[in-house]
């Protein structure tokens, strides 16, 4: 019998955690829900991101789910206790193995994370990097999950000055002579973007993708047994199935197929 993992996004993101996963998990089922109907969350309260990101786990449950990744990161961010209490099943979350990389990554002990308002503002991240010895700068950038879902991601002049305002306006925030040596993305959509951070950062900082590690995480918790098979994945969403084939391709890098729509309780 094969392992069915269950992948939780509010909506698209969270196809570029399954992208980095089917390499390395061969043989594995994937159901994947994106929330598409009640996205963002990046912009939602705690107490709203909590009782949509239980509702979505309950059903990848009901699919059968042995395992779920959080690959969203404001779920993972606001509610992951909650989606823990509601779980049968392990839990990873992307805060964890992210903050746990770049703490294996930085020399300068030094982080500078980007995410959500939402992620930001629960500082998650700074409290999972600083119990690593990290110092942490945190900036919000809420106008880049638009952005990439526009598909303004390849060196679009509007993007590269989005990202370079971002990025100016953490630099405001560090002392100087303290750069950090390390910029964590925190939200499904950078991986994206990792061109444009690239040109901007021209080699300043190691860039640590929450969405890779988690992935590699994932597939050594989960010790997957060589086999010939290809992952199979099943996608559910809470809006429009057209929609989400047709930009979800971008961030999985390959079609989507098998989507079908599924009514949420509130
Ligand atoms: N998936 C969300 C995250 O990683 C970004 C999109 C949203 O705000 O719903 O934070």
């Known amino acids: 019998m094969s392992m069915t993992v269950g992948v939780f996004d509010s909506g698209f993101g969270g196809l570029t955690v399954l992208r980095a996963m ?73 805060v964890e193995t992210g903050a746990a990389a770049a703490a294996n990554v930085s020399k300068a002990k030094s982080v500078l994370v980007l995410g959500t308002a939402a992620t930001i503002a629960s500082h998650a991240y700074a409290h999972a990097c ?45 002392a100087k002579g303290s750069e950090p040596d390390t910029l964590l993305l925190g939200c499904t959509h950078y991986p994206l973007l990792r061109a444009e951070f690239d040109r901007a950062l021209a080699g300043r900082m190691t860039i640590v993708d929450s969405a890779g590690v988690t992935a590699a995480r994932a597939a050594e ?14 996608f559910f969403v809470t809006d429009s199935p057209q929609q989400f084939q047709s930009l979800g391709s971008r961030f999985l890098g390959q079609p989507v197929e098998n989507v079908q729509h599924v009514e949420l309780p509130e």
């Open 221 to 234: 918790l989960l010790a997957p047994s060589p086999s010939a098979a290809p992952a199979r994945c099943e």
């Open 130 to 174: 600083s119990a690593r010895g990290l110092h942490v700068v945190e900036q919000a950038c809420p106008l880049l999950v638009p952005l990439v879902e526009e598909g303004w991601t390849d060196h679009h002049p509007v993007t590269a000055t989005v990202v370079d305002l971002y990025l100016g306006q953490a630099q405001s925030l560090y």
């Open 22 to 94: 089917l390499p390395l998990l061969p043989g594995t089922r994937f159901v994947y829900l994106g929330d598409t109907a009640r996205l963002p969350y990046g912009s939602k309260s705690r107490a709203t991101i909590a009782r949509y990101a239980v509702s979505s786990v309950e059903f990848l449950q009901q699919q059968g789910a042995d395992f779920l990744v959080i690959a969203c990161n404001t779920a993972s961010a606001l509610a992951l206790d909650e989606i823990r209490a509601a779980a049968r099943v392990p839990v990873l979350g992307v």
